[in-house]
């Protein structure tokens, strides 16, 4: 086997470390929780300071991998990503934890920004299309087992696992990768945009921090209003630094267009809506219903089932659907799903929530290939790195601000519920102190051991009600983004925008679900920049 196939072998092992652990953690999460005696807040910030690096760190990892090397930031990424594993499966403390998954997003920008390029460099012709469909369906068996796999060995082993099994397998990345992977640059690369990079990362953290701190105290806080002002301050400092630069992180002017401006919409978006809600919908299933890790991934396989059954088909109609129509409609399903969703109730089971899911998921399957493509079609090849790595960076802000703004509506309607629950109910006064752990630890059965016999009943019913209270608004508060998003999709989305013939090259049927950059922009030379 020749080095071209061996490169395709160190990306996908990759690729499909990456998105399996994406899948994996959200399943894991009320395991962590209870070993690590997480709070709330703290299974906001697993899940974000992955995607906040992430975010942050994606297209400077495109700059640095088009002047130092691709081949060299690849492996420094799997390597960064698997220490970062290894730090999280040996986690004390909730702290521990985050910091590691920030490492962890640290070595993920570096993979993702330079995956495809390699793909890109190493085949040429029909062979660079197998090459792409392969890597396509190995990212689609990725987010489709992820929940399942995530599931079994969080129940058979303990949720370290899911991060300790990385291990191994970036071992082997890198080595392949090292030993068989053509080195390769962009002539002329700038340096990375320092001051850029600074700013944004502090303004979305400034961001996130204020939503999730919203959930432990009130959203008219002098500190989250605080943390919401500079914000605003540090993102308008960063729209004047990249105005000025010659080679900015943000190529400003890309915002003139409008099927740009339409598919960063789309894919905030559907991140912000369908990604974000996983996190709390998996709560829901193992703090509230009582399923355990792998009870609750098999039902996830409803939506990761619903993505696969229609992503291939909207690979092939992006190259005979206008994608305003693939996009918007993708979108408007989607928020059909998660208002399908909603009503659920103390005594609600699973079965209600399988309409939205698996209606939720056919509608990002058809969003997510022709949302790649309105990435890279606006611009000519040159830039389609820059591009396509915008549109990325845009899915993973929606992620994190959308799991911070998300969780801090959730608590806030489950504190009132509750709240308006204990004055109803006089007798459970004596047990609020308990209540009030079970509702935010998330350890329902472990409080339950302090309440008197005769009041659990009870209380286990007003912790559910208060809960369910709060995922009904969120699905709502969803609902309402996927279709916003949908409308301005259909109404900026323009296939005059696009360059060259009128219509760009389709992306590989797997491209999507944790904000990968197209194809179509690997093909141009660089990916995530």
Same mark, same amino acid.
């Given at each position: 086997?020749?080095?071209?196939?061996?490169?395709?072998?160190?990306?996908?092992?990759?690729?499909?470390?990456?998105?399996?652990?994406?899948?994996?953690?959200?399943?894991?999460?009320?395991?962590?929780?209870?070993?690590?005696?997480?709070?709330?807040?703290?299974?906001?910030?697993?899940?974000?300071?992955?995607?906040?690096?992430?975010?942050?760190?994606?297209?400077?990892?495109?700059?640095?991998?088009?002047?130092?090397?691709?081949?060299?930031?690849?492996?420094?990424?799997?390597?960064?990503?698997?220490?970062?594993?290894?730090?999280?499966?040996?986690?004390?403390?909730?702290?521990?934890?985050?910091?590691?998954?920030?490492?962890?997003?640290?070595?993920?920008? /570096?993979?993702?920004?330079?995956?495809?390029?390699?793909?890109?460099?190493?085949?040429?012709?029909?062979?660079?299309?197998?090459?792409?469909?392969?890597?396509?369906?190995?990212?689609?068996?990725?987010?489709?087992?992820?929940?399942?796999?995530?599931?079994?060995?969080?129940?058979?082993?303990?949720?370290?696992?899911?991060?300790?099994?990385?291990?191994? $397998?970036?071992?082997?990345?890198? %080595?392949?990768?090292?030993?068989?992977?053509?080195?390769?640059?962009?002539?002329?690369?700038?340096?990375?945009?320092?001051?850029?990079?600074?700013?944004?990362?502090?303004?979305?953290?400034?961001?996130?921090?204020?939503? $999730?701190?919203?959930?432990?105290?009130?959203?008219?806080?002098?500190?989250?209003?605080?943390?919401?002002?500079?914000?605003?301050?540090?993102?308008?400092?960063?729209?004047?630094?990249?105005?000025?630069?010659?080679?900015?992180?943000?190529?400003?002017?890309?915002?003139?267009?409008?099927?740009?401006?339409?598919?960063?919409?789309?894919?905030?978006?559907?991140?912000?809506?369908?990604?974000?809600?996983?996190?709390?919908?998996?709560?829901?299933?193992?703090?509230?219903?009582?399923?355990?890790? #792998?009870?609750?991934?098999?039902?996830?396989?409803?939506?990761?089932?619903?993505? #696969?059954?229609?992503?291939?088909?909207?690979?092939?109609?992006?190259?005979? %659907?206008?994608?305003?129509?693939?996009?918007?409609?993708?979108?408007?399903?989607?928020?059909?799903?998660?208002?399908?969703?909603?009503?659920?109730?103390?005594?609600?089971?699973?079965?209600?929530?399988?309409?939205?899911?698996?209606?939720?998921?056919?509608?990002?399957?058809?969003?997510?290939?022709?949302?790649?493509?309105?990435?890279?079609?606006?611009?000519?090849?040159?830039?389609?790195?820059?591009?396509?790595?915008?549109?990325?960076?845009?899915?993973?802000?929606?992620?994190?601000?959308?799991?911070?703004?998300?969780?801090?509506?959730?608590?806030?309607?489950?504190?009132?519920?509750?709240?308006?629950?204990?004055?109803?109910?006089?007798?459970?006064?004596?047990?609020?102190?308990? $209540?009030?752990?079970?509702?935010?630890?998330?350890?329902?059965?472990?409080?339950?051991?302090?309440?008197?016999?005769?009041?659990?009943?009870?209380?286990?019913?007003?912790?559910?009600?208060?809960?369910?209270?709060?995922?009904?608004?969120?699905?709502?508060?969803?609902?309402?983004?996927?279709?916003?998003?949908?409308?301005?999709?259909?109404?900026?989305?323009?296939?005059?925008?696009?360059?060259?013939?009128?219509?760009?090259?389709?992306?590989?049927?797997?491209?999507?679900?944790?904000?990968?950059?197209?194809? /179509?922009?690997?093909?141009?030379?660089?990916?995530?920049?």
């Amino acid at each position: 086997m020749d080095k071209r196939w061996w490169t395709l072998v160190a990306v996908c092992l990759g690729t499909f470390m990456l998105l399996l652990d994406i899948t994996i953690v959200n399943v894991a999460l009320p395991q962590v929780e209870q070993s690590l005696h997480a709070s709330f807040s703290d299974l906001q910030w697993v899940v974000d300071a992955y995607a906040l690096t992430l975010a942050a760190l994606l297209l400077t990892a495109g700059s640095l991998a088009d002047r130092y090397g691709r081949r060299l930031v690849f492996v420094a990424g799997v390597a960064l990503f698997s220490a970062g594993s290894l730090l999280c499966g040996f986690a004390t403390s909730p702290l521990f934890l985050i910091l590691s998954r920030g490492g962890q997003g640290v070595g993920g920008a /570096a993979m993702f920004a330079t995956a495809l390029a390699l793909l890109a460099n190493a085949f040429h012709g029909r062979e660079r299309g197998v090459a792409l469909a392969a890597w396509g369906a190995v990212t689609g068996i990725a987010v489709a087992i992820g929940p399942v796999a995530g599931g079994l060995i969080t129940s058979s082993l303990s949720w370290r696992w899911i991060f300790f099994v990385n291990v191994p $397998i970036g071992a082997v990345a890198v %080595v392949v990768a090292v030993a068989q992977v053509v080195e390769s640059r962009a002539a002329g690369a700038e340096g990375a945009d320092v001051v850029g990079l600074v700013l944004f990362t502090a303004a979305l953290g400034s961001l996130v921090y204020g939503l $999730i701190r919203a959930s432990e105290t009130a959203w008219t806080d002098t500190g989250v209003l605080a943390c919401f002002a500079l914000a605003a301050l540090l993102l308008a400092g960063f729209v004047l630094a990249e105005r000025h630069r010659p080679h900015p992180m943000f190529d400003l002017s890309l915002f003139r267009v409008p099927t740009f401006v339409g598919g960063l919409v789309a894919a905030f978006g559907i991140a912000g809506s369908v990604f974000a809600l996983l996190l709390y919908l998996v709560l829901y299933l193992q703090d509230i219903l009582g399923y355990d890790a #792998l009870q609750a991934g098999v039902r996830l396989i409803v939506i990761s089932g619903g993505v #696969l059954a229609t992503s291939a088909i909207a690979g092939r109609l992006t190259a005979r %659907v206008p994608l305003r129509y693939l996009v918007g409609t993708g979108l408007l399903v989607s928020a059909a799903g998660l208002g399908l969703m909603t009503g659920t109730g103390a005594s609600s089971g699973w079965t209600h929530l399988i309409p939205g899911f698996l209606v939720a998921g056919l509608g990002t399957g058809i969003v997510n290939p022709p949302l790649a493509s309105t990435a890279v079609g606006v611009v000519e090849p040159a830039r389609a790195g820059m591009a396509s790595g915008i549109n990325s960076t845009l899915r993973q802000v929606g992620i994190a601000t959308g799991i911070a703004a998300l969780g801090s509506l959730l608590a806030t309607k489950e504190r009132s519920t509750i709240a308006a629950g204990l004055s109803a109910l006089p007798r459970l006064r004596p047990a609020a102190g308990q $209540i009030e752990a079970a509702a935010h630890g998330g350890a329902l059965g472990a409080q339950l051991a302090a309440v008197p016999p005769a009041l659990r009943p009870a209380v286990v019913h007003l912790v559910r009600a208060g809960f369910t209270a709060g995922l009904n608004e969120i699905l709502a508060v969803g609902a309402v983004l996927a279709a916003a998003a949908g409308v301005a999709s259909l109404a900026l989305i323009r296939n005059r925008d696009l360059v060259g013939a009128g219509r760009p090259t389709a992306p590989a049927a797997g491209d999507g679900a944790a904000g990968r950059p197209s194809a /179509a922009a690997a093909g141009k030379g660089r990916t995530g920049h």
